[in-house]
Every structure is written in C-alpha cells, then in structure tokens.
C-alpha cells in the first residue's frame, strides 16, 4: 500500500474527450482516478458547483485542455477543494485558434456535416494528427459518445469562463503544469503564465518537445513520471 491508496484524484477531460482519453495515463501511473466528463450543466458556474458538490474532501484535480482550465476555475472559486492541480496543455485566459469564430465554424460544420466531418477535418489537424491516424477513431468515438448537446455546452463554457477573467490571477494551491512544444491551442508561454500565478505554493512547469495538444494520450509515461514526482513532493 502506498500513499496513492487514500489519494482522491478527479480527472477531467478535454472537450469532446472522455475516460478514453486519459486511460493511458491511468495505466502509466498505475493507480486510478476518478474520470468526470464535463457538460452536464447549462453553465459553466453550475457545472462547477456540481464539481465541487462531487466529494467533501479536498482532491488533486487532473485537468486537460477544457479540464485544465476547469480545474483552474475551481481552485479560484473552491480553494478548499483543491489539494493540488496537475493541469495538462491548458491555459489561463482566452485566446490562440479556439476563439469565436473558431467555435462558430465547428458548431456549423457539426450541424452540416455530423460529428465525424468535425473531428476528422477540424479537430485532428489542431491536434497535430493525420485525419487517418488510428488516434483519430477514437476522438471519433469519444466525440460521438459526448454527443452534440455536451459539445455545445462545453463551447459555452469556454465562452463563459468568468472565474479567471479578472486582472489579478493567484492560487495558493500546488501547482504542475505539463505543456508540448507544438502545441497551437494551448502553447508552453500559457504554463508559465499559469505557474506564475502560484503564490506560497510549490509550482512548476515542464515541456515536452515533438509533441502535441494531445500529451496525455500520446506520451503518457512522460507525463505520469511527472505527476509521480509531483505528488510525492507536495503530499
């Protein structure tokens, strides 16, 4: 038995992504987390409410992409909540590809041309992927298994996001950022920003090279020697 046996770890995934999407992270690591799959909420206030209402002890929050900021936000609003934060290409404020009218072109193209046409001639390519890259079928399968309604929830989400739009950005929490070299959505520049904005916390922030927005499905055993070291350094 080891110190993970009692550790409380909430994974969240990126948008259109689910438990799949982490799962080689999980073996990596070699003991569980629990995975929510963010869009069960109108809004993104409520959504973290639900979050926070999950479990009354204090967790490590896993987040990726969409899940990061997630995680972010709920460090800001539930700082109770938050034994550390382990935030996977992500970033703090709005901005880079994902803008509106990015948004606005894939809800088009979902209405138009259906899920698959989505992640195969939209998504994939910002993932740095082939459209017939094997990864691809399962962002397909992901996607599908979200569904429509929990993808436009999630853009709302991503629009919404008032918990970090203020000038002042400061957490007290531990903090590990993990970030790709070549990543468009999500590039190094926004972990620093992130650990920069650790106060009277240990934070820290590593880069992968020759890697995409994709880190935690494409290279999970770099990522788990990161959270393993983490973890053992501030718990």
Partial sequence: MNSTDFLL????????????????????????????????????DAEL????ALDARPAVWLGHSLGGITALHLATRYPQRCRALIVLASKVRPGGPLGPQTRTRQ???????????????????VYGLDAQDPLVDSLVAQAQRA????????????????????????????????SAQSDPLSPPRCGDEIVGCVKGAPAEHFTLENAGHLV????????????????????
Avoid at 23 to 37: I, M, N, S, T
Avoid at 49 to 52: D, F, I, K, Q, V
Avoid at 151 to 170: C, I, K, T, V
Avoid at 216 to 235: D, N, R, Y
Wanted: charged residues 20%; aromatic residues 8%.
């Fill in 9 to 44: 770890v909430i994974a969240l995934p990126g948008t259109l992504m689910d438990a799949a999407s982490l799962a080689p992270l999980a073996a990596a690591l070699g003991y569980p987390f629990r995975v929510e799959v963010l869009g069960d909420k109108e809004d993104f």
């Fill in 49 to 52: 409410e639900r979050l926070e």
């Fill in 107 to 125: 809800q088009d193209t979902l209405a138009h041309g259906g899920m698959v046409e989505l992640v195969r001639q939209q998504l994939a390519p």
């Fill in 147 to 178: 569904g429509n309604a929990r993808f436009h929830l999630r853009h709302r989400y991503l629009a919404q996001r008032p918990g970090l739009l203020a000038n002042r950005l400061e957490w007290s929490v531990p903090v590990r950022a993990l």
């Fill in 216 to 235: 935690p499905f494409q290279h999970p055993q770099w990522c788990a020697q990161h959270i393993q070291t983490f973890l053992a350094k501030v718990l």
